[in-house]
T-cell receptor
Framework: AQSVTQLGSHVSVSEGALVLLRCNYSSSVPPYLFWYVQYPNQGLQLLLK??????LVKGINGFEAEFKKSETSFHLTKPSAHMSDAAEYFC???????????FGKGTTLSVSS | DTAVSQTPKYLVTQMGNDKSIKCEQNLGHDTMYWYKQDSKKFLKIMFSYNNKELIINETVPNRFSPKSPDKAHLNLHINSLELGDSAVYFC?????????????FGPGTRLTVL
């Protein structure tokens, strides 16, 4: 069965510091992986996705993620945090049938000045 | 131009009432979804429609009934509302059912059952 686990429900960084949000997946088929961001009282917005091909995926707002099959991981990084990055971040994988997303429990990112 | 819109944004109602949430997408997509986000922010798929046909119906109580009058609309009707139905409901759409298709989410409807 497909699943994702996000390590750390809350991550706090200083402005300008590296952002690292962790996601591990379990999949019985080649995984299609996603990171979504949810700003307060808003819907989800796609940051980036991995389908096939290059394992380092670049997304919007300076975020990137690397697919590591050997580690079953898809961690999200950003070199320098900005105050506007404070939000809820969700890792997701397609279910086995490829018909719906299965989300992790989310990680709240706080950025302090 | 809002790609995926939902109405209402907030819905407060009493237990036992019947209510509907509407969703419309102007992206020309074939597939639409309803997700439920609980108080712990956990998101779970409820329903999915492709070209007005139901393709996913997770273990959702039959008090919840989706209706898709056309490809651009997927409404959610809830009968006999219960306290546990309080959540944020998100509508989403995607071009099709391919795994490479991105799902675009609406702003959510916060349902509070008193």
């Amino acid at each position: 069965a497909q699943s994702v686990t996000q390590l750390g429900s809350h991550v706090s960084v200083s402005e300008g510091a590296l952002v690292l949000l962790r996601c591990n997946y379990s999949s019985s088929v080649p995984p299609y992986l996603f990171w979504y961001v949810q700003y307060p009282n808003q819907g989800l917005q796609l940051l980036l996705k991995y389908t096939t091909g290059a394992t380092l995926v670049k997304g919007i707002n300076g975020f990137e993620a690397e697919f590591k099959k050997s580690e079953t991981s898809f961690h999200l990084t950003k070199p320098s945090a900005h105050m506007s990055d404070a939000a809820e971040y969700f890792c997701a994988v397609f279910n086995q049938a490829g018909t719906a997303l299965i989300f992790g429990k989310g990680t709240t990112l706080s950025v302090s000045s | 131009d809002t790609a995926v819109s939902q109405t209402p944004k907030y819905l407060v109602t009493q237990m036992g009432n019947d209510k509907s949430i509407k969703c419309e997408q102007n992206l020309g997509h074939d597939t639409m979804y309803w997700y439920k986000q609980d108080s712990k922010k956990f998101l779970k798929i409820m329903f999915s429609y492709n070209n007005k046909e139901l393709i996913i119906n997770e273990t959702v109580p039959n008090r919840f009934s989706p209706k898709s009058p056309d490809k651009a609309h997927l409404n959610l009707h809830i009968n006999s509302l219960e306290l546990g139905d309080s959540a944020v409901y998100f509508c989403a759409s995607s071009p099709g059912t391919s795994r490479v298709d991105t799902q675009y989410f609406g702003p959510g409807t916060r349902l509070t059952v008193l």
